[in-house]
């Protein structure tokens, strides 16, 4: 393991000759994480408790903030090569600023219809700014790192990217609302209530961090000169599906990804259904943090230990193991709570709980690390070589659809199987397993094994007629 | 400039697409929502803590509010919190108790049971409100009353380890001592509950 973590590493040197934009562009990369991954842990209970939005309606409203996210990143995808870098992320870090901010104080001057009007228009302004973020970091991180420093970049924004999602959940989310960081007591913590408003300032600090090193930024100022007049080739999304639309391997592409929903989908659980899950079977003041930081810690690991030995076997069949893994690990919030109880180890349902919880979340990620980096080499695997670019851009497009509606459908399950004071009835034998949290997941957990199963059976289709073999040892992550 | 308009175009697009999507889907899910938690505006400033907000909705509603899908009133929602630190629970049950009067004031019925049969008082004997428990008892709640499973608040206090609650209710609830008793005994040799809380809570049964 020691050798793994050693070669890992080692290849970082290359970077001392990257300049300081390549830094500053990793250190907006990680001032936004850090903004962004402890404001998702906390939108959903953020709506409910502190905007007074339904079950329904928060569900409804994160789908939405990552629905207009991807719509965004269509039509922004090529805006740097319009505006340029800098002036890309001045725009997307000011509308984060203005957007965080008004999210962290609108609920201290306002109420009711009021506040709930000014939260919807603000998650459609951050989403705006959200989109802005990735595709002008990735075109950044491109500019200025040259050939030979160009995949070991990457890495590091990769990696800089978990941690930053490690410390934004481990820390900022679980030290704003209980005062704990990695369960030690730090300080009294601001609760469940005023938490979740500091935690947004929080990410309206980090902006203005962020925004700091955008300015900072020298616009033109290439790594790799023969790049400098390059002319750009991007087109523009909604004519790249006009043009692939009636082609058969973009068909069979479109029926890959929309099998593949049901898995892909638990991904967005992480912050649609699981942080109402978590506070509302552990207490409010569970360390939810603490639970979302358990993934990004295992993928990291598994980046640098396991990602090295899985690339030696075939793209499909790594996407249909780790696809069944990720779905398999919701087998464990499915089974009645009573059953989980017969266990000998365990004594109550908090233990019981937080069993059934850790378990998923290390096995959901095992299966994540496993299928995540091989999904970006199947679809440059099945694109005709001179369409990959084209065939990755619009591989969004069944998210782009299911997200929302994932969105309204946990809004619908949580109202009725998970909602606020369930637990004591849960306690009391109030609650058979159809009206469980239980139920909920069998409901969900039955989505997601018919992407595996949907694969296996029509593997030989999707496989047929690939335009290229993918490379060994490639990692797309 | 011409690749600056087809970008905000393609937004524009892309953004009235987007939201038909949404309204597509909100339409086609309509039929399954059901009343949500906080629908009711003052559970929503019960949520937050908020006595000013919840002081101001009361003044304007004609009564201190209606049941939501699982039957609970605002005042059984202001008699619940999901707590596990002692000191934010303390603090809670503070504010709690002050929107409980303002609720009882404006003629909540502190006897009015839930679908599974739960009163406001058993939510705050499970949630462990001691301040707000005895706001409670003092309004007229009543302390006999067993959910469809056989449940007193008692025992409920009992089983998640609140002693003051016990102490107050075991006068109040003679006959539920018994049950409260093998309750407090369940909690101990499950873990929930230490040495120290189960001696403290069978004194009182015992007295």
């Known amino acids: 393991m020691f050798a793994f973590v050693t070669r890992y590493f080692s290849e970082f040197r290359i970077l001392k000759s990257a300049s300081r934009d390549f830094w500053l562009t990793n250190g907006i990369q990680f001032f936004d994480g850090l903004a962004y991954f402890s404001m998702i842990t906390v939108l959903s209970l953020y709506l409910t408790t502190n905007c007074g939005f339904s079950d329904v309606d928060s569900g409804k409203w994160v789908g939405i903030y990552t629905l207009y996210i991807t719509a965004f990143v269509f039509a922004v995808g090529s805006i740097c090569d319009v505006i340029g870098i800098k002036r890309s992320l001045v725009i997307g870090i000011s509308l984060l600023i203005l957007s965080r901010l008004g999210l962290g104080v609108a609920p201290l001057f306002l109420r009711d219809d009021p506040l709930q009007l000014t939260v919807k228009g603000l998650i459609i302004v951050m989403s705006l700014g959200t989109a802005f973020m990735s595709p002008v970091i990735m075109t950044a991180l491109r500019r200025y790192t040259s050939k030979e420093t160009r995949a070991t970049g990457f890495n590091v924004y990769y990696l800089l990217m978990n941690i930053g999602a490690v410390i934004a959940n481990a820390l900022i989310v679980d030290l704003m609302r209980t005062g704990k960081a990695f369960g030690l007591v730090v300080f009294k913590g601001f609760g469940n209530v005023t938490g979740n408003l500091v935690i947004l300032d929080i990410g309206f600090g980090a902006a203005i961090c962020a925004l700091v090193c955008s300015l900072l930024l020298r616009e033109h100022n290439w790594a790799e000169p023969s790049e400098r007049n390059a002319v750009s080739t991007a087109k523009r999304p909604l004519h790249l599906f006009l043009e692939v639309w009636r082609e058969k391997p973009f068909q069979k592409l479109v029926l890959f990804l929309v099998l593949t929903l049901g898995v892909r989908l638990v991904f967005t659980h992480q912050f649609l259904v699981m942080p109402k899950y978590y506070t509302r079977m552990l207490g409010s003041d569970f360390e939810l943090g603490f639970a979302n930081s358990i993934n990004p810690i295992i993928i990291v690991i598994g980046l640098i230990v396991l990602i090295p030995v899985i690339n030696r076997f075939a793209t499909i069949k790594l996407i249909i193991l780790g696809m069944a893994v990720s779905a398999f690990s919701l087998v464990f919030l499915a089974v009645p709570i009573d059953w989980v109880l017969r266990l000998p180890f365990l004594h109550n349902h908090e233990q019981a709980y937080y069993f059934i919880i850790v378990t998923q979340i290390v096995v959901f990620a095992v299966g994540e690390l496993i299928f995540s980096p091989r999904f970006t080499e199947y679809i440059a695997s099945v694109a005709p070589p001179d369409k990959v670019s084209s065939y990755m851009a619009l591989s969004a497009l069944p998210m782009f659809i299911a997200k929302p509606i994932n969105g309204f459908i946990s809004g619908i399950l949580i109202s009725r199987y998970c909602y606020d004071g369930i637990r004591p009835k849960i306690e009391t034998g109030n609650v058979g397993y159809v009206h469980s949290p239980e139920f909920m997941w069998m409901i969900y957990l039955s989505l997601a094994v018919l992407s595996p199963i949907a694969v296996i059976a029509l593997k030989g289709y999707l496989t047929r007629g690939d335009s290229q073999p993918p490379a060994p040892g490639t990692n797309a992550s | ?207």
């Not at chain 2, 919840?54 to 929602?77: H, V």
């Open chain 2, 1 to 207: 400039m011409t690749r600056l308009r087809d970008i905000i175009s393609d937004g524009i697009i892309l953004f009235a697409v987007s939201t038909a999507v949404v309204v597509v889907a909100d339409l086609g899910f309509s039929y399954l929502k059901e009343s949500g938690k906080t629908d009711s505006p003052m559970v929503a400033s019960i949520d937050k803590n908020d006595l000013e907000g919840l002081r101001e909705k009361l003044a304007k509603a004609p009564n201190a509010g209606a049941p939501d899908a699982q039957g609970r009133t605002p005042l059984a929602w202001a008699a619940y919190a999901n707590i596990e630190t002692a000191a934010t629970l303390a603090e809670t049950d503070g504010k709690r108790a002050a929107m409980i009067t303002a609720l009882l004031d404006k003629g909540a019925d502190p006897n009015a049971l839930d679908n599974d049969g739960w009163s406001p008082l058993m939510w705050a004997a499970w949630s462990g409100l001691t301040k707000s428990a005895d706001i409670l008892i003092q309004r007229g709640a009543r302390c006999d009353i067993r959910d469809s499973k056989g449940h007193s608040a008692l025992a409920l206090a009992a089983a998640r380890g609140f002693p003051e609650i016990v102490a107050e209710l075991s006068t109040q609830d003679p006959a539920g001592r018994k049950s409260a008793m093998d309750a407090a005994n369940a909690a101990l040799s499950n873990g929930v509950i230490d040495e120290k809380t189960a001696a403290e809570i069978f004194r009182s049964l015992e007295k």
